[in-house]
């Protein structure tokens, strides 16, 4: 079975500074990864995706994460924080059609 | 293009009482899927269906959950004798053809079993 670990409920960053959230993966197969994002009560938007290809993949508002095989890791991270990526993010990963997704990250950016 | 549409947004229904929940896919979808998402947790898959099929449904609860999606209309997940522990966020996701791992999501039902 495909899972996901995300390290650390709760991140709080500065203004401006570099946001990085931690998700390591298990799968028997080669991962199909994604970043979700979930504003308070709504549902949840894609923020990126890596299948095939390229190790570093590039999201929507300015968020990138990189693949690496070697530390089975996904990990997310925006250079500058803004006060609206303050947010739960959800790391998932798939099995052909079912995500699988890890408990999620709460980010709070602080002014 | 309009999203994934879910109705109601939240529901609130007392122990005992069934639940429906809707979800319509995003237009030229085919592949719909569910998830639950219980308090200070992830998303669980629950099922997934195509027009007329259950796929997979190995993350419904054995008893009183059911989900369909008819060939024509929205598809439906339905809770039969609502108890307390059902209360959670149930999001439908949707996906084209010959593209299932990207799932679009809709806002999600948010019932409440009083």
């Known amino acids: 079975a495909q899972s996901v670990t995300q390290l650390g409920s709760h991140v709080s960053v500065s203004e401006g500074a570099l946001v990085l959230l931690r998700c390591n993966y298990s799968?028997?197969?080669?991962?199909?990864l994604f970043w979700y994002v979930q504003y308070p009560n709504q549902g949840l938007q894609l923020l990126l995706k890596?299948?095939?290809?390229?190790?570093l993949v590039k999201g929507i508002n300015g968020f990138e994460a990189e693949f690496k095989k070697s530390e089975t890791s996904f990990h997310l991270t925006k250079p500058s924080a803004h006060m609206s990526d303050a947010a739960e993010y959800f790391c998932?990963?798939?099995?052909?059609?079912?995500?699988?997704f890890g408990a999620g990250t709460t980010v709070t950016v602080r002014a | 293009n309009a999203g994934v549409m879910q109705n109601p947004r939240h529901l609130v229904r007392r122990r005992g009482q069934e639940a429906r929940l809707r979800c319509s896919p995003m237009?030229?979808?085919?592949?719909v899927y569910w998830y639950r998402q219980l308090p200070e947790e992830g998303l669980k898959f629950m099922v997934y269906?195509?027009?007329?099929?259950?796929?997979?449904e190995s993350g419904m609860p054995k008893e009183r959950f059911s989900a369909e999606f008819p060939k024509e209309g929205p598809s439906i997940l339905r809770i039969q004798q609502v108890v307390r522990g059902d209360s959670a966020a149930y999001f439908c996701?949707?996906?084209?053809?010959?593209?299932?791992?990207?799932?679009?999501f809709g806002p999600g039902t948010r019932l409440t079993v009083t």
């Open positions: 996701a949707s996906s084209p053809e010959q593209r299932e791992t990207e799932q679009y």
């Open positions: 799968s028997s197969v080669p991962p199909y």
């Open positions: 890596y299948t095939t290809g390229a190790t």
């Open positions: 998932a990963v798939s099995d052909a059609y079912k995500l699988s």
């Open positions: 237009k030229g979808h085919s592949h």
């Open positions: 269906l195509q027009k007329e099929n259950i796929i997979d």
